[in-house]
């Protein structure tokens, strides 16, 4: 790709049926960051694994389906937590 922004980041529908690994037998000739062996996805991962963590604490509040667009702003957390306890208020007898 030519850009971050036209990169399709894969999913797991993107792995093959038959996936064959060989592992290197040597360790990298040359020297890396903190001996770094890759980047791309994995802190894209951890993000989304807090923006997840957080929808999951805001759908405790209520029944409705959490609206929480990314990026999780404090301002959209409260008006997700806001719709939430609405939502949870019309739910009661």
Same mark, same amino acid.
């Given at each position: 790709?030519?850009?971050?922004?036209?990169?399709?980041?894969?999913?797991a529908?993107?792995t093959p049926?038959?996936l064959?690994?060989?592992?290197?037998?040597? =360790?990298? #000739?040359e !020297?890396?960051?903190?001996?770094?062996?890759? &980047?791309?996805?994995?802190?894209?991962?951890? $993000?989304? *694994?807090?923006?997840?963590?957080?929808?999951?604490?805001?759908?405790?509040?209520?029944?409705? =389906?959490? #609206?929480? !667009?990314?990026?999780?702003?404090?301002?959209? &957390?409260?008006?997700?937590?806001?719709?939430? $306890?609405? *939502?949870?208020?019309?739910?009661?007898?």
């Amino acid at each position: 790709t030519h850009a971050p922004s036209t990169y399709k980041i894969p999913a797991a529908g993107d792995t093959p049926k038959s996936l064959n690994v060989w592992f290197w037998p040597r =360790p990298n #000739a040359e !020297d890396t960051i903190y001996r770094s062996k890759a &980047v791309g996805e994995p802190p894209l991962m951890l $993000a989304i *694994s807090v923006w997840e963590a957080i929808r999951d604490a805001i759908g405790q509040v209520g029944s409705a =389906p959490v #609206a929480l !667009d990314a990026p999780a702003t404090p301002e959209r &957390v409260f008006f997700s937590l806001q719709h939430q $306890a609405k *939502s949870q208020h019309a739910a009661r007898p």
